[in-house]
Structures are given as C-alpha cells and as structure tokens.
C-alpha cells in the first residue's frame, strides 16, 4: 500500500492481517496518555531519519515504505500490528533487530529518528520537540488512538476447506515440536544467542541430527523462530480426533486443557517479545513461565502421582485427569 492513504487511514482493507507478528505483539497498557499525532517529533529529526531509512532500511521495506523484502511500515497494515502500541515497542524492534542482516548496530538515537520518518511519512503532524530515545518517553507515547481491525480471510465453501485430520499421535507433536523447541529457548539459559559460533567441521562418524542446519540463521533469529512455533504450534493441541501415544483421546474438549493450550500459546508470545529485545537474561527470566505452562499441563495430564519414568501403569493413564 503506498503512503498516499497515510498511516492513520483505516479504510483500506489490509492485505497482510494474517502476519505472524499480529499475533504476537502485545496490547498497549493504560499508562500511555499521548498519541503521536500530538507532534511528538521534529522535522529535523525525521530528515535524519530519512538519511539513515535510505542507507539502511529502504532496500528490504522499499522506497516509500510500501514492504519489499520486509513488511510495510505503511498504512493500515502496519498500522493494525504497531498502531496500539506504544512507540518504545516499534523504536526496540528497530534499534535490537534492525536491519535484518546486522542487527543491534543502530544508535537509539538513529532508532527514534527512524521512527520520526516514519510518523511524517505517514502523514503524523510534527511538532517543536524532537522525538527522545529514552525508553520511559517513549512508553507513554502510542503510535495511534485505534488501531483498524483486522479484515477477515476470505472463507471458502465449506466443500472446498481442507481438512487437516491429525497425522501425529500427541506425544510425536509434542517431541517433534515442542521439545526441541522449547530447549532451544530454554539453553539461552547458559548460552547468548548473540555470541559468534566458532566454525568447526563435522565428519560423518560424528554426524548431529540435531545440529544439521545449524548456523544457518543467527541465534537470536533462532531464539524467534523457536518462540513462534510454540505459539503457533499450541493450537495442534486442540486438533479434533488426536489420540494420545496410549491411544486414549485428546481431551480437547475439557476447559483445563484448553486453558493450558491456551496457557502455552501466550507464553510464546512472551518469550518472542523478550527475544526481540536481544537481551539474554530477559529471555532467561521467560524460560520460568514457560517451564510453568508445560508443569501446570504435566502435572494433571501426564506425570502421575507416585509413579516413576517409564511406569507403565502411569503411561497408560495419560490424557486422563
């Protein structure tokens, strides 16, 4: 969408509602009392921005801040995934993310100029004092009022949907997924993600089913990834018709165990959030809630009472309360 509609237009139907990251931003807390329409920028400061955007940001989200490579930072799609936030969250994931191919090398300043360019190019008055870098000004300044609702996907015939039956029992999702995922994140415990790897060679006796692929992306875009497919992957837990490796059925009907699918989708939302400030201990902190969720579902689905590893009279009785 071209920024002739402006940033805080909410006509237009939006052509990317279905963006991961819409789903894992959070929602902006009653603390902020001012919108950026209040001309919380300065001219000056958006011309510094535009120099850096040209430099560092225009190859990958495009000239006009349509989305090339990278997502719009335009328009109603933009809009509906950073509009109700506070500009903090949009300054964090520039300045810790940004760009794409060498992160973390931007100054907060050159964050909040960034974000000024983007305010005038979306049509955001401007005003006698520059945007500040510090993050308690920016936590109190919302990008906009509303942000314009998501456009439903279009729906297809109920006789074209595909139907996706479950494949996997619950335990192989489970260990196909969640596991190694979740121990992804729970290593940024002992390990920075931002640490260079030392280059070292594999032979074929030595091979790493575990490590094939490795270092292919970053370890903090490892850290993301790892976060969104537990928040995207927590809704298979309600798949109709998966049994569980007992054959017993999934309970998914049962309020518990929806509160507890519902319980692990938020959670990787949280450790996301904490992964895109590019700070090990924030995610380390996260890795408490996220061992929380997956003990609160164990303790009443999987791990019996007075039972060992391996029981079989407890194997037998998982995926019942």
């Known amino acids: 969408m071209s920024m002739s509609a402006g940033l805080l237009s909410s006509a237009a139907k939006l052509a990317l509602a279905a963006l991961t990251l819409q789903s894992l931003t959070p929602t902006v807390h009653a ?5 950026a329409s209040d001309g919380v920028y300065t001219e000056a400061q958006a011309a510094s921005g535009r120099a850096v955007y040209r430099d560092k940001c225009a190859k990958c989200h495009g ?4 989305g090339k490579l990278g997502p719009p930072l335009a328009g109603s799609a933009f809009l509906a995934i950073w509009g109700a936030q506070p500009l903090s969250e949009l300054a964090g994931k520039i300045r810790n993310t940004m760009p794409a191919d060498d992160q973390g090398k931007l100054k907060p300043a050159e964050a909040s100029d960034l974000v000024a360019f983007i305010l005038q190019t979306g049509k955001v008055p401007s005003g006698r004092n520059e945007l500040s870098f510090e993050e308690a000004a920016l936590k109190s300044i919302v990008l906009a009022a509303t942000a314009p609702a998501a456009a439903a996907a279009p729906q297809s015939p109920a006789s074209q949907a595909p139907a996706f039956p479950a494949m996997g029992n619950l335990a192989q999702v489970m260990r196909g997924i969640l596991f190694p995922t979740s121990n992804i994140i729970f290593n940024v415990q002992l390990h920075d993600p931002g640490e260079p790897v030392k280059p070292g060679a ?6 790493s089913w575990t490590d094939w692929g490795a270092g292919i992306y970053t370890g903090w875009q490892v850290v993301d990834y790892a976060a969104v497919a537990i928040a995207e992957s927590a809704p298979l837990m309600l798949t109709p018709g998966r049994r569980c490796e007992n054959g017993r059925p999934v309970p998914v009907d049962r309020p518990d165990w929806i509160k507890f699918s519902q319980e692990l ?3 990787g939302r949280i450790v996301y959030k904490a992964s895109q400030t590019r700070n090990q201990q924030a995610v380390s902190d996260a890795t408490s809630q996220l061992a929380d969720a997956c003990l609160h579902c164990h303790q009443v ?3 019996k009472r007075g039972s060992r590893p391996g029981d079989a009279t407890a194997l037998a009785a998982r995926c019942t309360p």
């Open 31 to 35: 603390q902020q009392t001012r919108t």
């Open 63 to 66: 000239d006009a801040l349509e």
């Open 202 to 207: 594999t032979d074929a006796a030595s091979f």
């Open 265 to 267: 989708a938020d959670v």
């Open 301 to 303: 689905y999987r791990d």
